[in-house]
């Protein structure tokens, strides 16, 4: 069910940071192979109780979970999730966390921490109120009932539900309709998104005011404008 170990997650960090970093890639899919999207962390093998001393815990949290999560919302090419069965725990928060999220029919999310005690971590009480709101996210946190895609889907978790046989064909779709577009505008279009659900209007519409400053800037907006006058399809190359 691809319960998520350090060094996978590590290996997941070094990835996302990397197709920030290379010119050549201009969109990137996640999704798992097997039963299950991702079941959570893997716990197995973990420090016993009693070893623990304050703080190991919480700089466990931040430099593990919270640092994936963070190498996928800051990642400066579109990432789609392609969610192919459960999603539980922070592989529920790694799908929310990509800008686009394809679901299949068969996947179901799980917030299951209240299960095990424990309060949502790898980013999900900063993800999940963002994107159905405090009191949904309560309900689904609260009671750690798995959510079928179709209801994932009503709530705005997810942005399409395919059937299984179909996932991965339409996220390679997806993906290559991205991959064809203008790369540094969508990269700033997802800073200024992403950035503009913490911030007041003045500072939001300043970084939108910048970002523009900088996309007239780039060779795809120039042939972009180029190509409205002269009434023929742009040729994107992410530069």
């Known amino acids: 069910m691809n319960a998520l170990t350090p060094g996978q997650r590590d290996h997941l960090i070094e990835l996302f940071d990397a197709a920030s970093a290379d010119h050549g890639v201009r969109a990137v899919v996640l999704t798992a192979t097997g039963r299950g999207f991702c079941a959570g962390a893997d716990l197995r093998g973990g420090p016993e109780a009693g070893e623990r001393v304050a703080g190991d815990v919480a700089r466990l949290v931040r430099l593990g979970a919270q640092r994936l999560i963070t190498a996928v919302l800051d990642c400066e090419k579109p990432v789609v999730a392609a969610?192919?069965?459960?999603?539980?725990?922070?592989?529920?928060?790694?799908?929310?966390?990509?800008?686009?999220?394809?679901?299949?029919?068969?996947?179901?999310?799980?917030?299951?921490?209240?299960?095990?005690?424990?309060v949502p971590d790898g980013g999900g009480a900063y993800l999940l109120?963002?994107?159905?709101?405090?009191?949904?996210?309560?309900?689904?946190?609260?009671?750690?009932?798995?959510?079928?895609?179709?209801?994932a889907e009503r709530l705005g978790l997810v942005n399409r539900v395919v059937p299984e046989d179909e996932l991965e064909k339409t996220a390679r779709s997806w993906a290559e309709r991205l991959a064809a577009g203008p790369t540094r505008s969508l990269?700033?279009?997802?800073?200024?998104?992403?950035?503009?659900?913490?911030?007041?209007?003045?500072?939001?519409?300043?970084?939108?005011?910048?970002?523009?400053?900088?996309?007239?800037?780039?060779?795809?907006?120039?042939?972009?404008?180029?190509?409205?006058?002269?009434?023929?399809?742009?040729?994107?190359?992410?530069?």
Do not use: W
């Open 83 to 118: 969610v192919n069965g459960t999603a539980a725990g922070i592989g529920a928060h790694l799908a929310y966390a990509c800008d686009l999220v394809l679901a299949a029919d068969s996947a179901r999310f799980i917030e299951v921490f209240v299960r095990r005690g424990l």
């Open 129 to 151: 109120p963002r994107l159905v709101g405090p009191r949904r996210a309560k309900e689904l946190m609260f009671f750690g009932d798995a959510l079928t895609a179709a209801d």
């Open 187 to 239: 990269a700033l279009t997802k800073q200024l998104v992403n950035a503009s659900l913490d911030t007041d209007r003045a500072t939001a519409l300043a970084a939108e005011a910048a970002a523009q400053e900088i996309t007239m800037t780039t060779a795809d907006a120039r042939d972009g404008v180029r190509a409205f006058v002269e009434r023929r399809a742009p040729g994107f190359h992410g530069r």
